[in-house]
């Protein structure tokens, strides 16, 4: 990847692509990274209550995407998704920092401003549920293989594929990169408002550079070229296509139409109300769900199996988070390190090493398995799993030691524990080594593993799995804290005195956990056969 040959097989609408995404990651993780924060120390929540709405929110943001891109393949283009749905994100953007300025408009008492801040955050999240998978799916879409069948066995083809999502990846680490480290400096010591309003601002810009580079774009869905020349075509589009769901029309576009279509209302009745019209509609309907559930059910085993994975996903932004808390963070007699910006660590793993992977790893792998990919996209994802499973004992193990040290000073909350924030460094690490592997690799398996006309659902799937993920660790919290606290423990683990809680049990679960997850998938990776069916 990070010799002159692989740098050639992107052009320049994939590498302007892959930029946009850094600045909306940027954005995303400007937010995400440090809300746990927020929730804690500015609207007053409790440990357990925040956590728990960190992963509802990062969770309802990653499962829409499932409900939004099988409208988003049938009834608008890619194009017309990424700009209809950024302008909810920066809605949700914007209110997010009205409530951080405090804003004539916004409420002041306890209730109005929580219900405002969940409007916020889920107008976020309905924005993006277009706009990732239709941006990573429209990305893909430049590449010049795209009559390829999703599985082919042309190397060259499957080579390209895997090299365009290793720089996604790598360029959406380096925005959340940025937006970990900087932003949470910046929310730490200037304030909330402006830690906000930046994020703000990058969205817009991403999309105002989106749309000027619209004469870069192939614009290239399902085999259709669609002609959209200015914004009134997206607003017709649009309303199109709710004309057509309300006549109960889901379908799955073929790709033997014509190759030009012009986007346009015509004057004639977009529904018949004749009983033939209507059976015509429910027959449709029934067959679009028929073929999205071929589509699906076959990935379930592989989706099911990565949700441990998910759950230690979210650990960063939660718990590792309030543990940095508690730890020595002074670099001198001044800086004191912010929490979340340790997050930064699993970004720079990524950014450091990935080059790596296709210089030093894949030829050395490929001398041991005989393979001219080094390893296959199961093998690929299965090495992170395992890899994760390793971060969170390594996360046990420090959790206990930060336990005992804190335990033997006293009964004092306020004094931070004599132990530095860098012990959590292994474990942050190597959940970054472990992204390089399962991340790219479920990014790869998705999109290629469902047709061609139905890859924004390909990369919708992908999205899934961390959304419940974040539901299913909150389910988890829940869970254990209520048993936790009803068989005669004295504190749960989760309690919000660090020095109580037993975070260290909680990973030692999840390391268990995952390790079992892993085992089902070595053993359903020898059955597991790709397909290649290119559309349906």
């Known amino acids: 990847m990070a010799g002159g040959q692989s740098r050639r097989k992107l052009n320049k609408p994939c590498i302007l692509l892959i930029v946009i995404a850094g600045m909306e990651r940027f954005a995303f993780k400007g937010v995400a990274s440090n809300l746990v924060t927020y929730l804690t120390d500015v609207v007053k929540m409790s440990n357990s209550a925040a956590a728990k709405m960190v992963n509802n929110w990062i969770g309802i943001t990653s499962m829409l995407p499932l409900l939004v891109a099988p409208l988003a393949d049938s009834y608008l283009d890619r194009y017309t998704t990424v700009l209809a749905s950024s302008s909810l994100y920066f809605a949700g953007l914007l209110a997010l920092t009205s409530l951080a300025l405090h ?26 549920a277009g706009y990732n998978p239709s941006l990573q799916a429209f990305a893909a879409d430049q590449l010049d293989d795209e009559e390829e069948l999703p599985c082919t066995k042309n190397d060259q083809s499957t080579k390209k594929k895997s090299t365009f999502f290793q720089w996604w990846y790598f360029g959406i680490c380096c925005g ?82 014509s190759k030009a279509v012009e986007i346009e209302l ?41 949700l441990m994975f998910a759950v230690i996903f979210q650990q960063p932004a939660t718990f590792f988070t309030k543990q940095g808390m508690t730890m020595k963070r002074n670099i001198g007699s001044n800086f004191r390190i912010p929490p979340a910006a340790l997050q930064s660590s699993i970004t720079i793993s990524i950014i450091l090493l990935m080059p790596l992977y296709d210089t030093f790893f894949i030829p050395f792998i490929r001398v041991l398995t005989r393979n001219e990919k080094g390893i296959t996209v199961m093998q690929r994802m299965g090495i992170g799993m395992f890899l994760s499973v390793i971060a969170m004992i390594i996360a046990a193990v420090t959790e206990r030691k930060r336990l005992d040290i804190a335990r033997n000073m006293g009964t004092s909350t306020l004094e931070d524990v004599p132990m530095s924030i860098f012990w959590l460094l292994p474990q942050y690490i ?84 995952s390790a079992a997850s892993f085992l089902m998938f070595m053993i359903f990776c020898r059955f597991y056969r790709s397909r290649t069916v290119t559309v349906i």
């Not at 105002?208 to 085999?223: A, K, P």
């Open 430 to 513: 190597l959940l970054g080594i472990s992204d390089i592997f399962t991340v790219v690799g479920m990014q790869e398996f998705f999109y290629s593993e469902v047709p061609i006309n139905m890859r924004t659902l390909g990369i919708a799937l992908y999205t899934s799995v961390f959304g419940c993920g974040s539901f299913f660790s909150s389910f988890l919290i829940t869970v254990i804290e209520h048993l936790t606290s009803s068989i005669g423990e004295k504190q749960n683990w989760f309690a919000d005195d660090m020095r109580k809680a037993r975070l260290d049990n909680y990973y030692w679960f999840l390391a268990l956990s």
């Open 103 to 128: 804003w004539p408009w916004t409420s002041t008492d306890k209730s109005g401003f929580s219900s405002s801040l969940q409007w916020s955050l889920h107008l976020i999240s309905l924005g993006q």
């Open 266 to 306: 015509e004057n004639t009745p977009l529904c018949q109300q004749d009983s033939g019209s209507i059976e015509g509609a429910d027959k449709k309907t029934e067959n679009g769900v028929v073929k999205i559930l071929k589509v699906i059910l076959p990935l379930l085993p592989v989706w099911t199996m990565l």
């Open 176 to 257: 959340s990169l940025l937006g970990v480290s900087v932003m949470s400096y910046i929310q730490d010591t200037l304030g909330w408002g402006l830690g906000f309003a930046i994020p703000s601002i990058a969205m817009i810009v991403s999309v105002i550079v989106f749309r000027f580079g619209n004469r870069f774009y192939t614009h290239n869905n399902d085999g259709e070229i669609i002609h959209i020349k200015s914004l009134g075509d997206i607003v017709k589009s649009i309303r199109a296509a709710t004309s057509r769901l309300t006549c109960g029309e889901i379908a799955v576009p073929h790709t033997n139409k």
